[in-house]
């Protein structure tokens, strides 16, 4: 599982394109003239390095069909199901915050737990270290059995 401030990150992640306004509704495009079809392609662009290459002019202008607002009904379900669901994230990152380590803890004690975890874990690798080495003994000793039983058949 991922750790907390994973977590955290993840439901500001998710809240995060909720509380920007939704696209408001573009305007029509404009025909490309074959003169000015990008603001860098004008004649008055002074910098060759700026200039980008010709858009294709053949395409035809991309037409959108005129915006409607929803219903208000509509609108009014959306609202609650967004606060809703705003409610529901916000009260999961306040116990992802929560679940942080507690600020009332001086640095002495924090860097105390942080040296039983260091101990922890080296006596953990020191475990993992000795079973592996028992485990390279043990395949050893199959290896040498399973050598002897296939010559003896053989």
């Given at each position: 599982?991922?750790?907390?401030?994973?977590?955290?990150?993840?439901?500001?992640?998710?809240?995060?394109?909720?509380?920007?306004?939704?696209?408001?509704?573009l305007?029509?495009?404009?025909?490309?003239?074959?003169?000015?079809?990008h603001?860098?392609?004008?004649?008055?662009a002074?910098?060759?390095?700026?200039?980008?290459?010709?858009?294709?002019?053949?395409?035809?202008?991309?037409?959108?069909?005129?915006?409607?607002?929803?219903?208000?009904?509509?609108?009014?379900?959306?609202?609650?199901?967004?606060?809703?669901?705003?409610?529901?994230?916000?009260?999961?990152i306040?116990?992802?915050?929560?679940?942080?380590?507690?600020?009332?803890?001086?640095?002495?004690?924090?860097?105390?737990?942080?040296?039983?975890?260091?101990?922890?874990?080296?006596?953990?690798?020191?475990?993992?270290?000795?079973?592996?080495?028992?485990?390279?003994?043990?395949?050893?000793?199959?290896?040498?059995?399973?050598?002897?039983?296939?010559?003896?058949?053989?």
């Amino acid at each position: 599982m991922a750790d907390r401030l994973t977590q955290l990150q993840d439901c500001l992640d998710q809240v995060q394109p909720s509380l920007h306004p939704s696209p408001s509704p573009l305007p029509p495009l404009l025909p490309q003239t074959p003169n000015h079809t990008h603001p860098a392609n004008h004649p008055q662009a002074s910098n060759p390095i700026l200039r980008l290459p010709p858009l294709h002019n053949n395409a035809p202008p991309l037409r959108l069909p005129p915006w409607r607002p929803p219903s208000p009904p509509t609108f009014s379900a959306a609202i609650k199901e967004l606060a809703h669901d705003l409610v529901l994230k916000q009260q999961q990152i306040e116990a992802i915050i929560n679940s942080l380590p507690a600020i009332e803890k001086s640095e002495e004690e924090q860097v105390a737990r942080i040296r039983e975890l260091d101990v922890e874990v080296r006596a953990m690798e020191a475990e993992r270290v000795g079973v592996l080495a028992m485990k390279e003994e043990l395949l050893a000793r199959v290896e040498g059995v399973i050598g002897r039983v296939s010559v003896g058949r053989g």
